[in-house]
Structures are given as C-alpha cells and as structure tokens.
C-alpha cells in the first residue's frame, strides 16, 4: 500500500537559521508530490511541486525552496528562516487520474 | 484565476443531526473534480468525498454527500446521523482537469456536540 512519510512532526527554530523538511512515499513510483503551508486560521497554500526527478515548480516566490533528488523524496528548505515562515507543512502525493491527493501527518514550524 | 470559498467560519450540530457546509468556487473550465477534505485535531488530512464534474449524479459515502450544482458553481457536504469525530476543520478542494493542482478554500470548522 502507498504510503507517505513526513519529518520531523514539530521543529522550533530561531530566525536565520536554515530548515530542512524532509518527506517520503513509498508503494509507488514517479508520483507527483507537493507541499503545502497552512498558517492559523487560513486554508492551504500551495508553495511547491513535482512531477519528476529534479523538477520543481514555484507557487509563490518567498524564502523557501524545493528539491526533489529521489523519485519518492521531495525535500522543503530555506536557509535562513524568517518570522513569517512559521505555520504547518504539509507533503502530498497524488495520482494523475485526479483522485485528490494522499497527505503525510505535517510539520509544525515555529521560527522565534 | 481558479478560487474557492467557504462562507462558514465556523458551524456547530448537535450528535445525531444533520449538517450542511457550503462551497462555492470559481472557474471557467468545463472539465474538473471537487473534494471535501476533513482535518480532525490530529491535523492529518483525509479525504472525505470526490466528485467529478462531468458526472450529474451527486457522490455519496456513507453518512455524507454532497450537493454539486454545476451551473451554480456550488459544492455543498451534508454530513448526516453527525457523531462526535466528525468534529474537525472541513477542507472544500478544486482540481481542473487540465492540471492536478488542487486549490482548496479557506476550511470549515465543525463542532459536535453530545
């Protein structure tokens, strides 16, 4: 069964410091993964995603970035954390028949 | 541009009740697909109900459907018989055909009470 792994579950890090979220599918190949933020009271904003090795596109240029080195591994990273990066990061992956996406457990980061 | 908007902040029902949340999107494509996603306090994301556009039938699972009026771009979740897990924030999704981008409204939160 396909499944999906997110780390760490809750990460404090003090501004300019760099982050480095890691996320993992297994029981599939060549998905397309992405990462949401989620800050308070707000929906999900799509940053990132990939429909292969090595490409990433941007949704909204901002202080982070994307990596995908591994086909079942997509990586969220910044090196130097602002305040505004503070709120709860999401991984998915989804098929290509439109059946939504599957989601790993999140991170939340708090930068102080 | 694609958006999607929950008018309800926030919404309370009584166990063993019948809720309904409201949906309304904006877009020019013919072809796409809506889903209802529900975050419980765990914060896991899970898909609740699908729906595709091109099909008249309203999609149902169990204690919940949904009301998709196409013409009115409006995507409605009935959760009926609602029990105490069902308290979470509820998540509208939109995703067009021509992409497998979803773009999700601003989320719905749902109060159970016994």
């Known amino acids: 069964s396909q499944t999906i792994h997110q780390w760490p579950a809750t990460l404090v890090q003090p501004v300019g410091s760099p982050l480095s979220l890691e996320c993992t599918v297994e029981g599939t190949s060549n998905p397309n993964l992405y990462w949401y933020r989620q800050a308070a009271g707000r929906g999900l904003q799509l940053l990132f995603y990939?429909?292969?090795?090595?490409?990433i596109s941007s949704e909204v240029p901002q202080n982070l970035s994307a990596s995908r080195p591994q086909d079942r591994q997509f990586i969220l990273s910044s090196k130097k954390l602002l305040l505004s990066d503070s709120g709860f990061y999401l991984c998915?992956?989804?098929?290509?028949?439109?059946?939504?996406?599957?989601f790993g457990s999140g991170t939340r980061l708090t930068v102080v | 541009a694609q958006t999607v908007t929950q008018s309800q902040p926030e919404m309370s029902v009584q166990e063993a009740e019948t809720v309904t949340l409201s949906c309304t999107y904006d877009t020019s494509e013919n072809n796409y697909y809506l889903f209802w996603y529900k975050q419980p306090p765990s914060r896991q994301m899970i898909l609740v109900i699908r729906q595709e556009a091109y099909k008249q039938q309203n999609a149902t699972e169990n204690r919940f459907s949904v009301n998709f009026q196409k013409a009115a771009k409006s995507f409605s979740l009935k959760i009926s018989d609602s029990q105490l897990g069902d308290t979470a924030m509820y998540f509208c999704a939109f995703m067009p055909d021509i992409t497998d981008k979803l773009i999700f409204g601003t989320g719905t939160r749902l109060q159970v009470f016994p």
């Open positions: 990939s429909v292969g090795i090595g490409q």
């Open positions: 998915a992956w989804g098929t290509t028949v439109n059946y939504g996406y599957t």
